[in-house]
DNA sequence: GCATTCTTTAATGTATACGCAAATAAATGC
DNA sequence: GCATTTATTTGCGTATACATTAAAGAATGC
């Protein structure tokens, strides 16, 4: 629980949170139905806010609402993430290109530095679930000094599903040494000013981690199936 | 009216169609303040369904619900033109790249080749929005054969905003005859199979025709506002 | 015994009612 | 006359009730 919920948080917006809490933690599993009445019963609410918050949890792709059926959590198949890696790809190599066009100054670069740091400490300690908070920090951070609202939105939806499939991944793939210094490679780049080239290194970092990582969960298709 | 109104569409679904066709319009002008129940007389429902439809159109940034304010039609800025033209030139060069790599037939490609050829015939006609239409039809056929649904999306959410924006410089801008010659550049290389060139021609395509929009939004600014 | 139709059930789509909080108007104190 | 506080209004958030319709089950005809 945090701090607030019931005080300024609407049931709508509480709603949101939570199921979108549920479905990451398994808790709501992947392919599984849920009636609105039950959903609203589990959270004490009244259908309406349910229908609102599955509104707009079905816009960013987390589930669906079928009539008669409930809402169904929709699962990530490899192909999914295909997609979604592909799209992470380009508009990630944009943020990057345009985060050093803009010459931010050491301070404006301090959490990217800090990042990047901490995933160095993770491989270290061997800790994958921090290792993944740190690279997801990364990411983000990068996205946000790119500088463009509409991709920090469609970005943040997509690592949604992300995070859901690296639940999968995270424990199967090879230690990510070769990640962290791709993200050095990156960070040097844009604090240099030097657009195309975090171009195009972060580009073949995600184009590496993809193919890896597609590999992985087309692998283990029929294991979660 | 279509065929179908109050048949086979739900009274959200007719919300959201009536809605977006409104803003489209411009019958609901950007910037402008509208209350639920307000909206809710002028369809003939209830809060309800007009509610449901605000929260998907807020979604696609069309809209902002802004408690005891009602919802606000966002204006689109030349900023905001910026940062859409961004993104479609990053996932449709994708979607070009990709429909490339999958080598479609002739047939495959005669929905694309069919709008390139509206497009000739619209320059010839000097109909602007002949050719605006046939363009949006190039394009959205284009990351249709790129097969990546999530792109689809995303660019249909961002045409909607495009096509307003098109509304102050189509009759400004130049005759598209060069926005046509690399439309058939980046066809050829499609049907031709070779990915980087389609990839390559599209994000040049884009590009200049980002600058030469943008720059005409701004000059315009003050005129809009 | 199977298929078809009718009945029933159950879940959604939508309307409506109501409490509450925010914005505005009014009133009182200074 | 201005500021501050109090009333009032108004629009949203949410619960709830109801209508609609699809799906499941029962029953009847063949």
């Known amino acids: ?19 979108r809490q549920m479905i990451l933690s398994g808790e709501l ?9 039950e959903l609203a019963e589990t959270l004490g609410m009244s259908r309406t806010p349910i229908r609102e918050a599955a509104l707009m949890l079905e816009s960013k792709g987390l589930l669906e609402m079928r ?10 198949s490899s192909d ?21 066009e803009a010459g931010y100054s050491e301070d404006e670069l301090a959490v990217l530095a800090g990042s990047i740091a901490k995933m160095d400490q993770a491989i270290e300690a061997e800790d994958l679930e ?10 983000q951070e990068l996205v946000r000094l ?6 920090e939105a469609i970005v943040a939806m997509m690592s949604d599903q992300v995070r859901r499939a690296r639940a999968t991944t995270l424990f199967i793939r090879p230690l990510p ?7 050095r ?6 604090s240099e000013s030097r657009p195309d080239v975090a171009r195009e290194r972060h580009r073949e970092h995600r184009l590496q981690a993809q193919a890896m990582l597609c590999g992985i969960l087309e692998k283990h298709r029929l294991t979660s199936l």
């Open 1 to 19: 629980m945090k701090d607030q919920d019931a005080k300024t948080l609407s049931n709508t917006q509480r709603a949101v949170r939570d199921l």
């Open 29 to 37: 599993a992947a392919g599984t139905d849920h009636l609105e009445s």
């Open 67 to 76: 009539p008669r059926k409930g809402v169904r959590i929709l699962p990530v």
């Open 80 to 100: 999914d993430m295909r997609e979604i890696y592909d799209i992470l790809t380009e508009l990630e190599s944009l943020a990057a290109q345009r985060a050093a």
């Open 130 to 139: 921090a290792w993944a908070e740190a690279d997801e920090l990364f990411h």
């Open 146 to 151: 790119g500088g463009n609202k509409r991709v």
């Open 177 to 183: 040494v070769k990640s962290n210094e791709d993200h």
């Open 185 to 190: 490679v990156v960070f040097q780049a844009i």
